[in-house]
């Protein structure tokens, strides 16, 4: 069955595979495995490679637009807030009045200098380096901040020189109260008090000329000299009304450049909030496309997958799930024609796929070729005809007997001990001369089955060449062994007697019994002991029992 079984598998293999048994190729079910799993796992694996380096692009992506672009969106716009502040605190500086609010006013424009100062730091750490934008802003929040300082000191100059022409006013009104009230007094003080306010320095230079016309044409008095000396000296109302007019004209033109550098950092502040916002839309347009090359790279792994999961298993069910069903096929046909097995229940013990019928049928095969296996393996061990062990097979569990009391030495317990029974029938050669070879044949059964009874589990009998039998009994003493002996030998006189002589004739036997000892050189040596008790036993008159003394100690 086994051999139509594997002559059916190699006729139901592929043609392929024939021809490349022909041509000298070997192979395999794991090669073609290997090579289907290769097909299936290179686009897989491409797939994965690009989904990898997409990945970590979009990794990216979100590493820059978390560390970068919104965090630089975000100190622009803080950054424009306080260019806004800044500019308006300074635009403040124009219209407050009195010391304790510039000063208040101050410390906010410092505070907010300072923002900008760690703003445009940050916005240099993030753009890892300087750009025009951040230079023009910053140049412009030095020109700010030191036009702040300056507008103070101008302010404090026109506070200082308007209090010095108010002074000089009201001196001018007393004395006018106190003083003669005449024409050209009158004309001296109203030309001083022309230039106390005159608005422009040419309208001053005017007056001044005016007042000194008139001085030249009238005589020297201690009034008109008061007047003159209010109007001419280092105080007086024209170099204050002249310190005024500079201070607010340099007041004028430090608020020109402090609009100038508001414009430029409001300018450069929105330029770098629009280019903040830019990069931020661009890192969050490249993290969607990123996206969406995810899923189609993914919807591009599922095609893949599927399409190479179809050709991997179209491959599998060629070169692998056709040849189990052919084989499948064979075992079961062989299983079939094979009388000597049971058939198999169609509905129960293959009611599985293929590989559960190819493992039921090759189970049951294994299983008759175990049982042969078995009875082949008693069979080389036995005697031909009796069916006890032969003289191999018994010689072998002597010399492990033998082996096994050398290791446990002279000192052996009882269940470390053997004995060896030597047994001939006794005139066997007279009953084949005189019954014939049939009942000889008789003879030798009757013993065997005699022995095959008395001995028990552990106990080997054996027939070693033709009337000679011979039996192992572990673990004995040697009492137990010469009753045992007795028994057989009374068991074989004992048996059949009454009976037609030529039928069954009645057989004696002879035993020589020998005590297995660690002493022992080898198997010969106990042999030879039981072999020499056996011969005293029949020369002694036969049917009897002689054992062996011990092994002599060396």
Request: with cysteine.
């Amino acid at each position: 069955a086994v051999r139509q079984m594997d002559q059916n598998t190699v006729n139901a293999a592929p043609s392929a595979d024939g021809a490349s048994a022909e041509r000298g190729r070997s192979v395999s079910v794991e090669r073609t495995l290997r090579r289907a799993l290769a097909w299936l796992a290179a686009p897989l694996a491409a797939v994965g490679i690009a989904a990898f380096v997409l990945t970590q692009a979009q990794v990216e992506v979100a590493v820059r637009l978390d560390a970068t672009a919104l965090p630089q969106f975000v100190a622009a716009q803080q950054l424009s807030s306080d260019v806004y502040a800044l500019t308006n605190y300074a635009q403040q500086f124009l219209i407050v009045s009195t010391l304790a609010e510039r000063a208040t006013l101050q410390e906010r424009i410092e505070g907010r200098a300072a923002g900008i100062d760690r703003g445009l730091g940050e916005l240099q750490r993030l753009a890892a380096g300087d750009s025009p934008l951040l230079r023009q802003l910053a140049a412009a929040r030095v020109d700010l901040t030191a036009g702040v300082a300056d507008l103070s000191a101008a302010a404090e100059a026109v506070a200082r020189n308007s209090e010095n022409l108010r002074l000089l006013t009201g001196r001018l009104r007393g004395e006018g109260a106190q003083g003669p009230d005449t024409t050209l007094l009158a004309g001296l003080r109203e030309l001083i008090a022309l230039a106390a306010a005159a608005p422009t320095p040419l309208a001053l230079r005017n007056i001044i000329r005016q007042f000194d016309i008139v001085l030249e044409s009238v005589t020297e008095s201690p009034d008109v000299a008061r007047l003159a000396g209010l109007m001419r000296s280092e105080d007086g109302v024209a170099a204050s009304r002249r310190r005024l007019l500079e201070a607010l004209q340099q007041q004028r033109f430090i608020v020109r450049r402090q609009a100038d550098a508001g414009d430029r950092m409001a300018a450069a502040a929105s330029a770098l909030a629009a280019d903040a916002e830019q990069a931020l839309s661009e890192a969050r347009a490249a993290a969607v496309n990123g996206a969406e090359r995810l899923r189609w790279l993914a919807a591009a792994g599922i095609a893949a997958g599927v399409g190479a999961a179809l050709v991997w298993l179209r491959l599998l069910r060629r070169r692998v799930t056709a040849r189990l069903t052919a084989l499948n096929d064979a075992c079961v046909a062989g299983l079939a024609r094979d009388r000597a097995m049971e058939p198999l229940d169609a509905d129960e013990k293959l009611a599985g796929d293929e590989l559960d019928c190819l493992a039921v049928g090759l189970s049951a095969m294994q299983d008759k070729l175990q049982a042969q296996a078995d009875e082949l393996a008693r069979l080389r061990g036995a005697d031909p005809l009796t069916g006890l062990a032969d003289r191999r097979r018994f010689f072998a569990a002597f010399a492990d007997a033998l082996g096994g009391l050398r290791l446990a030495g002279e000192g052996a317990e009882p269940a470390g001990r053997a004995a060896l029974l030597l047994i001939d029938i006794d005139h066997f050669a007279a009953i084949n001369e005189m019954l014939g070879v049939t009942a000889g044949d008789r003879a030798l059964l009757r013993l065997a089955g005699l022995l095959r009874r008395r001995c028990g589990d552990g106990q080997l009998a054996a027939r070693l060449q033709n009337d000679r039998f011979a039996v192992l009994l572990p673990g004995v003493e040697p009492a137990e062994a010469e009753i045992f002996a007795m028994r057989v030998r009374q068991s074989a006189a004992d048996e059949r007697r009454g009976e037609d002589v030529e039928q069954a004739p009645p057989v004696t036997v002879s035993i020589g019994v020998a005590q297995l000892d660690a002493a022992d050189r080898s198997v010969d040596d106990a042999y030879r002991r039981a072999e020499t008790a056996l011969r005293r036993a029949q020369r002694d008159g036969r049917n009897r029992v002689v054992a062996a003394p011990a092994a002599p100690q060396q």
